[in-house]
């Protein structure tokens, strides 16, 4: 292959990458509802941005896979939240490759707040997990421990 033509095909596959990334940024994650009955007002809701949770159960009633879906909304109050983080581990730490960590919180959400869903973890010998839950209005932690 001539330089001319490696440079038109790498330029060729380059630009395919861009059209499929480009498609796949334009399709954006769902927003579960998690209530009944008529929408309230925005005013009245809490929204969460799911994050590092890669599943949440709301009230022991409202299941929502990170899959699908990006955010909830809910009404402000105080929850039950169940959630879930995994990370890629050593085949010695665990055979699959892939631990995961479930937490579940009584969480306050206040109208109008959005709130995030992190987790980090150490490496090596004492191996931790941290996760924890951040009001991203007043970058405060309002569930969990935030890695040091």
């Given at each position: ?128 997990v941290y ?18």
């Amino acid at each position: 292959m001539r330089p001319g033509q490696f440079t038109a095909a790498l330029g060729f596959v380059l630009l395919l990458f861009l059209i499929f990334s480009g498609c796949a940024a334009s399709n954006p994650k769902e927003v579960y509802r998690a209530y009944y009955g008529v929408e309230p007002p925005e005013s009245k809701l809490a929204t969460l941005d799911l994050g590092a949770a890669y599943e949440l159960i709301i009230d022991d009633r409202y299941y929502v896979s990170g899959g699908k879906y990006g955010t909830v909304k809910l009404p402000a109050g105080t929850h039950r939240i169940q959630w879930a983080v995994g990370f890629g581990v050593s085949v010695m730490v665990e055979p699959s490759g892939y631990a995961a960590f479930d937490i579940a919180s009584e969480v306050s959400l206040e109208a109008g707040h959005t709130y995030k869903f992190f987790a980090d973890r150490t490496t090596g010998h004492g191996y931790k997990v941290y996760c924890w839950i951040e009001d991203r209005t007043t970058g405060k932690i309002v569930n969990g421990e935030k890695k040091p």
